[in-house]
């Protein structure tokens, strides 16, 4: 099983990034798909989900809800999550990951939540 980010950087406030995820070595397809991530010094927060469908519902947290949009490319095994409006609290390594269960959200449970997931991309928003 492979997770691999891409797309992270160095953006100002007020800015856009595109993040990628490239997935192998399981059946993309057919799994709920999720971006979290960690600040400097704090646990795993959960950013959003899209559900297996190419169109398939999506969740997100209060903090990216209207300025974050997760999507996916099932034909490519690819997810992404278009960042608008970036925020200097937005800094944080982004990780893509494949969710246990097949609920969206979160009820906190940080990495367990999840059965795989990448390396992750930083991103910092900083003038």
């Known amino acids: 099983v492979q997770l691999v980010e891409s797309g992270g950087g160095l953006v100002q406030p007020g800015g856009s990034l595109r993040l990628s995820c490239a997935a192998s070595?399981?059946?993309?397809?057919?799994?709920?798909m999720s971006w979290a991530r960690q600040a400097p010094g704090k646990g795993l927060e959960w950013v959003s989900d899209i559900n297996s469908g190419g169109d398939g519902p999506t969740a997100y947290s209060d903090s990216v809800k209207g300025r974050f949009t997760i999507s996916r490319d099932n034909a490519k095994n690819t997810l992404h999550l278009q960042m608008d409006s970036l925020k200097p609290e937005d800094t944080a390594v982004y990780y893509c990951?494949?969710?246990?269960?097949?609920?969206?959200?979160?009820?906190?449970?940080?990495?367990?939540?999840?059965?795989?997931w990448g390396r992750g991309t930083q991103v910092t928003v900083s003038s």
């Open positions: 990951a494949r969710k246990k269960g097949g609920v969206l959200g979160t009820y906190g449970g940080g990495f367990a939540e999840y059965d795989y």
């Open positions: 070595g399981f059946t993309f397809s057919s799994s709920i």
